[in-house]
């Protein structure tokens, strides 16, 4: 009887399952599902390798089916040149790019260990290489080491990239005492007619930049988005002059090379709408009058007056790192009207309770930045999170509004009391988007990195 029983729960969770809605989910949304799933990684040796969506396949009839038929999903491959035999054997590079058919191709080609390891990564090489009409984005993840052996490989693409919007390359050194080689890129990407975007950075213990950008040739012209290590002001002056319709940029200056800029110097961006620069200098000499997003961060908001004023902009967003003295930020506020989004990160023992203070919607002509909509800040011990709070409520209780905040956060390195916790957690009940970050630290992956050049 026992067994009889057994047998007929078996049938029934049988029946059950096979009669569960997860098998009547239409393709349409199951498309969509998959496409939510990836990227997706994981660990192999010391590297987080990313998968491509094998395992979709092998769960049943119905998502395999719907796995073939979705090129898009194939889309993105990446070879490690370490890992060939372990993670990317010729014949499963050969079946991915079978599978992603003629869709655009995102490719990234990680060499950071600085030698080719594996027998099989100059035949995944070869593979790829044959689809690099189809190339889309191309990400290098690159060891100066191996810099020359790399690029002599990749060189058989040149001329043959029409499709190429985004180049990403990160570099990291394996020594102090590598020598800049300014031939290692040549013209390798100087015919990509639909190149927009490129974007170097770079990695490693040595954090030094040793790809010089006047040494790679690429059709500087036409980019609309350019992020840079520079080493020197010569260096970025140098990109911004070969840039004229920089819409997006980013400027990180390596190092201590400080030259002194005259007024010869001065440049022009008439596009560019959101900039993000490490160094307060060069601020002094662009002018940008589409400026709507800035990325600052130290001493640099001394510098921002004048270049509203010069630029006669009308900027939206403002992000600031380690505020070091954020009274000094009130006059600047209340020469933009026009904000909308203001994100600070206050140094250690830097006092933010005035500037706070001075945000409050009182109902008078001393209100400033009335059309603020999203504010975030936090610091250490000199924060003020009481005067913060305040602040907060005067713009979210505050009568007669014609603009109410809608997006909150806050992080604080110190114990906070309930009393603060308590009123985020009620205007948080009654609609406004509030938060309270613990363990936070700006980012490319949080608001503050958000949309950053």
């Given at each position: 009887?026992?067994?009889?029983?057994?047998?007929?729960?078996?049938?029934?969770?049988?029946?059950?399952?096979?009669?569960?809605?997860?098998?009547?989910?239409?393709?349409?949304?199951?498309?969509?599902?998959?496409?939510?799933?990836?990227?997706?990684?994981?660990?192999?040796?010391?590297?987080?390798?990313?998968?491509?969506?094998?395992?979709?396949?092998?769960?049943?009839?119905?998502?395999?089916?719907?796995?073939?038929?979705?090129?898009?999903?194939?889309?993105?491959?990446?070879?490690?040149?370490?890992?060939?035999?372990?993670?990317?054997?010729?014949?499963?590079?050969?079946?991915?790019?079978?599978?992603?058919?003629?869709?655009?191709?995102?490719?990234?080609?990680?060499?950071?260990?600085?030698?080719?390891?594996?027998?099989?990564?100059?035949?995944?090489?070869?593979?790829?290489?044959?689809?690099?009409?189809?190339?889309?984005?191309?990400?290098?993840?690159?060891?100066?080491?191996?810099?020359?052996?790399?690029?002599?490989?990749?060189?058989?693409?040149?001329?043959?990239?029409?499709?190429?919007?985004?180049?990403?390359?990160?570099?990291?050194?394996?020594?102090?005492?590598?020598?800049?080689?300014?031939?290692?890129?040549?013209?390798?990407?100087?015919?990509?007619?639909?190149?927009?975007?490129?974007?170097?950075?770079?990695?490693?213990?040595?954090?030094?930049?040793?790809?010089?950008?006047?040494?790679?040739?690429?059709?500087?012209?036409?980019?609309?988005?350019?992020?840079?290590?520079?080493?020197?002001?010569?260096?970025?002056?140098?990109?911004?002059?070969?840039?004229?319709?920089?819409?997006?940029?980013?400027?990180?200056?390596?190092?201590?090379?400080?030259?002194?800029?005259?007024?010869?110097?001065?440049?022009?961006?008439?596009?560019?709408?959101?900039l993000s620069v490490n160094n307060p200098d060069f601020l002094t000499?662009?002018?940008?009058?589409?400026?709507?997003?800035?990325?600052?961060?130290?001493?640099?908001?001394?510098?921002?007056?004048?270049?509203?004023?010069?630029?006669?902009?009308?900027?939206?967003?403002?992000?600031?790192?380690?505020?070091?003295?954020?009274?000094?930020?009130?006059?600047?506020?209340?020469?933009?009207?026009?904000?909308?989004?203001?994100?600070?990160?206050?140094?250690?023992?830097?006092?933010?309770?005035?500037?706070?203070?001075?945000?409050?919607?009182?109902?008078?002509?001393?209100?400033?930045?009335?059309?603020?909509?999203?504010?975030?800040?936090?610091?250490?011990?000199?924060?003020?999170?009481?005067?913060?709070?305040?602040?907060?409520?005067?713009?979210?209780?505050?009568?007669?509004?014609?603009?109410?905040?809608?997006?909150?956060?806050?992080?604080?390195?110190?114990?906070?009391?309930?009393?603060?916790?308590?009123?985020?957690?009620?205007?948080?009940?009654?609609?406004?988007?509030?938060?309270?970050?613990?363990?936070?630290?700006?980012?490319?992956?949080?608001?503050?990195?958000?949309?950053?050049?």
């Amino acid at each position: 009887m026992d067994q009889q029983i057994q047998e007929q729960e078996e049938n029934l969770e049988n029946h059950w399952a096979i009669s569960s809605p997860v098998r009547r989910v239409p393709a349409e949304i199951l498309c969509e599902i998959f496409f939510l799933t990836l990227p997706w990684t994981r660990r192999v040796g010391n590297l987080d390798v990313e998968q491509a969506p094998w395992r979709l396949g092998l769960v049943c009839r119905q998502w395999r089916t719907t796995a073939l038929v979705l090129p898009r999903l194939w889309s993105s491959i990446t070879l490690y040149s370490s890992l060939a035999k372990a993670v990317h054997p010729p014949t499963m590079v050969e079946t991915h790019l079978y599978r992603s058919a003629n869709t655009p191709l995102t490719v990234t080609l990680n060499c950071e260990d600085g030698e080719f390891k594996a027998f099989n990564f100059s035949a995944c090489f070869n593979l790829v290489f044959l689809h690099s009409m189809r190339w889309e984005t191309v990400r290098l993840h690159l060891r100066q080491s191996f810099g020359g052996p790399f690029f002599t490989h990749l060189r058989t693409v040149n001329g043959q990239l029409p499709m190429l919007r985004t180049l990403e390359i990160t570099e990291s050194m394996s020594s102090p005492f590598d020598i800049d080689n300014p031939s290692l890129m040549g013209d390798m990407f100087s015919i990509a007619p639909r190149l927009r975007e490129v974007l170097i950075s770079t990695a490693g213990e040595y954090r030094r930049a040793w790809l010089p950008l006047p040494n790679i040739q690429l059709p500087w012209a036409q980019l609309t988005r350019l992020r840079g290590a520079y080493r020197s002001h010569e260096e970025v002056l140098w990109a911004l002059r070969s840039c004229p319709q920089l819409v997006e940029c980013g400027i990180t200056l390596l190092g201590q090379h400080f030259t002194t800029l005259d007024d010869s110097r001065h440049l022009t961006l008439p596009n560019l709408r959101h900039l993000s620069v490490n160094n307060p200098d060069f601020l002094t000499f662009i002018t940008a009058p589409s400026l709507q997003e800035l990325w600052i961060s130290g001493d640099a908001i001394y510098h921002l007056d004048n270049l509203i004023q010069r630029s006669s902009c009308t900027l939206v967003k403002l992000v600031i790192d380690r505020c070091s003295q954020p009274s000094d930020l009130i006059d600047i506020l209340r020469a933009i009207p026009t904000l909308t989004t203001l994100f600070v990160f206050i140094s250690d023992k830097a006092i933010a309770r005035g500037l706070f203070d001075a945000l409050k919607i009182r109902g008078d002509l001393t209100d400033i930045c009335l059309n603020l909509t999203h504010v975030a800040a936090g610091g250490s011990e000199g924060f003020g999170i009481n005067t913060f709070v305040d602040m907060v409520e005067t713009r979210w209780y505050g009568d007669g509004l014609l603009t109410r905040l809608s997006f909150m956060r806050t992080f604080y390195t110190q114990k906070v009391r309930c009393g603060p916790k308590a009123r985020i957690h009620k205007m948080q009940s009654e609609g406004l988007d509030a938060r309270f970050d613990t363990a936070f630290h700006p980012s490319p992956q949080n608001y503050f990195g958000a949309g950053c050049p």
